[in-house]
Nanobody, 119 residues
Framework: QVQLMESGGGLVRAGGSLRLSCVAS????????MGWFRQAPGKQREIVAS???????HYASSVKGRFTISSDNAVKSVTLEMNDLKLEDTAVYYC?????????????WGQGTQVTVSS
């Protein structure tokens, strides 16, 4: 099993920045793909960004150019740098991990961390 622990959420004004971090524990040797999903009130959960062990990244079109995902493969941690935050970025953000590089990293989920963007 893999456990994921997120940190770094909070309240920020529109245009501001936040950094989310996540560290995996347990059977981390199996992890090949990590990412961040988010779920806003009344909306479906959506992928924000992902990164494979080889460094291949993918971003949702809504965050491209504003968010940057990075990882440390040695310790299986992942960071999401969020800049120029908008009101619509308000959501609970979930760190995720997966043993497969194919598809979305959605096998393991963290508890989630709240990001609130105010005007």
């Amino acid at each position: 099993q893999v456990q994921l622990m997120e940190s770094g959420g909070g309240l920020v004004r529109a245009g501001g920045s936040l950094r989310l971090s996540c560290v995996a524990s347990g059977k981390i040797f199996s992890i090949q793909n990590m990412g961040w999903f988010r779920q806003a009130p009344g909306k479906q959960r959506e992928i924000v960004a992902s990164i494979t062990s080889g460094g291949t990244t993918h971003y949702a079109s809504s965050v491209k150019g504003r968010f940057t995902i990075s990882s440390d493969n040695a310790v299986k941690s992942v960071t999401l740098e969020m800049n120029d935050l908008k009101l619509e970025d308000t959501a609970v953000y979930y760190c995720t991990a997966d043993p497969s590089i194919v598809g979305l990293p959605d096998d393991y989920w963290g508890q989630g961390t709240q990001v609130t963007v105010s005007s």
